[in-house]
């Protein structure tokens, strides 16, 4: 009896380390509005490290934004949905909406990791912000729940203190604050959000007025 059970054991031991582990992508951000740079980032990332889904995370209220320049979060998850609503591979996370609360990253991916224990997380940031992983909160630890994807700019170094992968993508010099400035002056935002998010903005008459 012992000697079947010590064989079931190793089956059972050898079927759970086979089960390959979900490979997920993390775009973080206000996604105030959302737009084709975004969507274009998280495609290459997830095709050139083969990622099962790369889910696009609106904070709830960002720990470095002005509050008064940032739209009420639904508004924001709405319009990640219809940006990414047509593509397989992209998902909306609420995880951080769900919490409320100043956003920060160590804490939300503490608890993604802790409900997805087999889940290996790539977050995925600018490569002008690898320079500043220094100052995020928890940084030392967070390394250690995520790998940080970097996506290579212009000008900018390819080396970082902490454990960085980085992958080419067409640089789509595309902002935020440039689409709301275009929508309060009556300007087309036209190729710059996909159709879905320019007529949801439109629909309720976000940035129409903004300082």
């Known amino acids: 009896m012992q000697k079947v059970n010590q064989t079931a054991t190793k089956v059972l031991t050898e079927t759970?380390?086979?089960?390959?582990r979900r490979r997920v992508g993390i775009l973080g951000g206000t996604f105030n509005p959302p737009h084709l740079g975004h969507l274009i980032m998280a495609q290459q990332v997830g095709d050139q490290l083969g990622l099962d889904e790369?889910?696009?995370?609106?904070?709830?209220?960002?720990?470095?934004?002005?509050?008064k320049k940032t739209i009420a979060v639904e508004d924001r998850a709405n319009m990640v949905q219809e940006a990414i609503v047509d593509n397989p591979l992209f998902r909306l996370e609420t995880a951080e909406i769900?919490?409320?609360?100043?956003?920060?990253t160590y804490e939300t991916m503490k608890a993604l990791k802790a409900e997805h224990p087999d889940t290996q997380y790539y977050f995925i940031i600018g490569g002008d912000m690898v320079d500043y992983l220094h100052t995020w909160y928890h940084i030392d630890d967070l390394v250690k729940l995520v790998t940080f994807v970097g996506i290579k700019r212009t000008g900018y170094p390819t080396t970082s203190h902490y454990p960085v992968i980085w992958v080419d993508a067409p640089l789509i010099d595309i902002s935020s604050t440039q689409i709301r400035q275009k929508i309060s002056r009556g300007h087309s935002v036209r190729y710059l959000v996909p159709e879905a998010v320019a007529a949801y903005i439109k629909e309720h008459q976000l940035y129409e007025h903004i300082d």
């Open 98 to 104: 769900n919490r409320g609360g100043k956003s920060y």
């Open 54 to 67: 790369v889910r696009f995370m609106p904070d709830a209220q960002p720990p470095h934004v002005d509050e």
């Open 16 to 20: 759970v380390t086979d089960i390959p």
